[in-house]
């Protein structure tokens, strides 16, 4: 299955967890959510669409704003 990944380096736990929570509060508006794995000073964020097994335009959208929050952290 195809999928968006993309790691983000934050070198703290505290900066990690805050910025799930933002990629978090981004999802809950419109109901897509990705898989986030954190560590101490990393944060991986996979988009995918569930309901079809793979890719759709959404997930690049919402990958894009997930870095773009990023940037703004």
Same mark, same amino acid.
């Given at each position: 299955?195809?999928?968006?990944?993309?790691?983000?380096?934050?070198?703290?736990?505290?900066?990690?967890?805050?910025?799930?929570?933002? $990629?978090?509060?981004?999802?809950?508006?419109? =109901?897509?959510?990705? +898989?986030?794995?954190?560590?101490?000073?990393? $944060?991986?964020?996979?988009?995918?669409?569930? =309901?079809?097994?793979? +890719?759709?335009?959404?997930?690049?959208?919402?990958?894009?704003?997930?870095?773009?929050?990023?940037?703004?952290?």
């Amino acid at each position: 299955m195809n999928k968006l990944s993309c790691q983000f380096v934050t070198k703290r736990y505290k900066k990690s967890m805050a910025f799930c929570n933002d $990629v978090a509060a981004l999802a809950e508006t419109v =109901n897509h959510h990705p +898989l986030m794995v954190v560590e101490y000073g990393l $944060v991986t964020v996979e988009w995918w669409s569930h =309901n079809i097994s793979g +890719l759709h335009q959404n997930d690049f959208i919402m990958a894009a704003k997930t870095s773009a929050l990023f940037l703004d952290c």
